[in-house]
């Protein structure tokens, strides 16, 4: 009986992979040879090229045969997967297929009927022979893979020809969550105000189908509810190919609640819910907590974390596990396991680097679920979440996989005033947070300009001392090896359109990432450093401290061999930084790698808030006659 239903189940994905293709994708696909997607694990699949080469004695199961996931309420599971092949080969491979049918019912149609066609890359797939050394001998093997709630069944396929020229072999039974449309994935963020946190997750849940909203409450207090939205894109808010075409997954229904008036550093206890039209019933997620914020210049001990360019990683070993970000579960696990000691993260670009594969926004949200559930996550917008041609970027290129920012603003919350113009003031405690978009223009009379202006000019620094500037890209300083090459050690029209804003309203330490490794720079202004202390500053603020945090997870980026006299530190390896305000006159930070949670570097700052009044070179307005 069961083999019968396999077989109706391979006769059923026969016809579902019709004659489907997309207009013109196997020529552009040709024209880049697949170029510039590289990068992305997923990218190498050349799915379009998909023939038929079932075999009736190849089979693909997992065990038990049949499996419902998530039936305790969890939101990610482990299964095994038994594979038998007539004519193995070290090629062949397996992926992870959802929804299970591969449905070519989503993919844009086109008149002229080619081979049977797979319309989307699979989410993840895994070697035949990845833990089976004997596979190409006996042509059996048994592999094991972590799913997670994606709002649709599973299926797997073994295919043959390797990935550039792939053979479907055989396809296995599907499985599923046991409610694949859970709200899943919290992301905690700041809100507008000091007193406000903004809770976002995601459902398989549209509004005509049940009512989003957040159940929260003190600790040990009563509870009350407050209503989300509800938003969501389509393959047609996508700016180009694989995000249109074989990248492209449907991200679910995206939601936001704000949590307002709350009381400062009290703990809260929330759970996302969902009302289901149909017969009035409650859907609910598993209950969370968070340390609301402290108001702005409470003096408290207050703890943020900062880095960027993580990506992510499959903990099952798919996707090549190690190759693509190698340090991004390292980053992960550091961070969950010292979550007591932090209060807030700053992700500053270069989230889970999909590059147009929709799919590893799940993956990625799944990955930080345990930090972004507990404390702010705040993000940035990186070149691998914007930058696409023709788009409004400022970089021409094609490095966000034709998402153009989509994703990244619609799945994750900021508090913007525009989210397509991903720039934002963010204030915790003793902090003012100016985070600037490096793919927009910030050069002087931009918009961006004004508001970096607006931002730095607005803080009472009496009250919150200490002020940070933050970009993806180098706006300052790096001695990268590319930016050696270029002569100019940042990004090209970077501190000369900021550094005078920087020097005149006395920025504290300005953070970056896009490049990937640690590098701390003196207090530097004008490409001099202006202080020789080395670890402990004190006294007036003369200069800007740069520090680069990019080694987050991504594949590391050289240094320059010869480093420039304003570079005091360099470490070739993934980290992260750690700002800790003891109270308005003591500043601590520190870097730290992802593999042992160890201080490698830091660097502390002493200082009265008269120090921050006090006139340097460039920070403060000419003298009047009267004077």
């Known amino acids: 009986m069961e083999g019968k239903r396999l077989k109706m189940k391979i006769i059923n994905v026969i016809l579902v992979i019709t004659c489907f293709t997309f207009t013109n994708l196997s020529i552009v696909l040709a024209e880049k040879g697949m170029k510039g997607f590289g990068e992305q694990p997923l990218a190498k699949i050349a799915i379009h090229k998909t023939v038929l080469a079932l075999h009736s004695s190849a089979s693909i199961t997992i065990t038990p045969f049949h499996f419902l996931l998530g039936t305790q309420g969890d939101d990610t599971e482990w299964v095994t997967v038994e594979l038998e092949s007539p004519q193995p080969s070290v090629d062949d491979w ?14 844009p149609s086109s008149s002229k009927a080619e081979e049977p066609y797979i319309c989307s890359a699979p989410i993840k797939y895994k070697y035949a022979n990845h833990s089976n050394a004997n596979y190409t001998k006996t042509g059996k093997a048994i592999l094991k893979f972590q799913l997670i709630n994606q709002r649709a069944d599973f299926s797997f396929a073994l295919f043959s020809g390797g990935l550039s020229n792939p053979r479907l072999v055989a396809v296995s039974n599907s499985i599923s969550f046991a409610n694949p449309k859970a709200p899943v994935y919290p992301r905690l963020a700041l809100g507008k105000s000091w007193d406000e946190m903004a809770v976002t997750w995601t459902s398989g849940y549209d509004i005509d189908e049940a ?34 075409t074989v990248g492209w997954r449907d991200p679910g229904f995206i939601h936001t609640s704000f949590l307002k008036e709350l009381w400062p550093n009290l703990r809260y206890t929330y759970r996302l819910g969902h009302m289901l039209l149909s017969d009035g019933s409650y859907v609910w997620s598993k209950t969370y907590s968070f340390k609301a914020s402290p108001y702005p210049g409470q003096n408290s001990l207050q703890r943020v974390i900062i880095f960027g360019d993580m990506g992510k990683a499959e903990r099952d070993g798919s996707n090549e596990y190690a190759n693509y970000q190698p340090g991004s579960l390292n980053t992960t696990d550091q961070l969950i396991k010292d979550l007591d000691n932090y209060d807030i993260v ?36 990186g070149n691998h979440e914007r930058d696409w041609p023709n788009t409004g970027s400022f970089y021409d290129t094609t490095d966000s996989g034709g998402e153009c920012g989509v994703p990244a603003e619609t799945m994750y919350y900021f508090p913007a005033e525009n989210k397509a113009k991903f720039w934002y003031k963010a204030d915790y405690g003793m902090f003012r947070f100016c985070i600037a978009d490096s793919e ?67 920025v504290d330490i300005a953070f970056y990432g896009h490049v990937h490794n640690y590098e701390r720079i003196c207090p530097i202004y004008q490409n001099i450093c202006v202080n020789s202390e080395k670890h402990h500053y004190s006294g007036t603020v003369n200069g800007t401290i740069h520090v680069v945090v990019g080694g987050g997870g991504s594949h590391l980026s050289d240094f320059s061999s010869v480093p420039p006299v304003w570079s005091l530190y360099r470490d070739l390896d993934f980290g992260f930084g750690k700002l800790t305000a003891f109270n308005h006159s003591y500043l601590l930070f520190e870097y730290k790698r992802s593999s042992d949670g160890k201080v490698y570097d830091f660097f502390t700052i002493s200082r009265d808030y008269r120090d921050v009044l006090a006139c340097v070179h460039d920070g403060c307005e000419k003298t009047t006659l009267a004077s």
């Not at 397996?94 to 993919?107: D, E, H, K, M, Q």
């Not at 930090?371 to 705040?378: D, E, L, W």
Request: glycine letters at 8%; a neutral charge.
């Open 346 to 381: 700053f992700h500053i670009g270069d989230l889970p680097y999909s590059n147009g594969y929709i799919s590893q926004w799940d993956q990625f949200t799944a990955q930080v679920k345990e930090i972004s559930s507990t404390v702010p996550y705040m993000i940035a917008s």
């Open 440 to 506: 927009h223009d910030w050069r002087e009379g931009s918009e961006q300009y004004k508001f970096i202006e607006h931002c730095l000019a607005t803080v009472d620094r009496k009250q919150q001392p200490w002020l940070i500037f933050s970009a993806h890209r180098p706006l300052g300083y790096s001695s990268n090896a590319w930016y050696g090459k270029e002569g100019s050690f940042e990004e090209p029209m970077g501190r000369e359109s900021l550094q005078k804003l920087w020097q005149k309203y006395k």
């Open 211 to 244: 009512v989003p909203f957040v159940e929260w409450g003190p600790e040990r207090g009563s509870q009350t509810r407050s209503p989300a939205g509800t938003l969501t894109f389509t393959r047609n808010s996508m700016c180009g190919e694989p995000a249109r």
């Open 94 to 107: 397996v992926g992870v297929f959802s929804p299970a049918n591969f449905n070519s019912l989503t993919c």
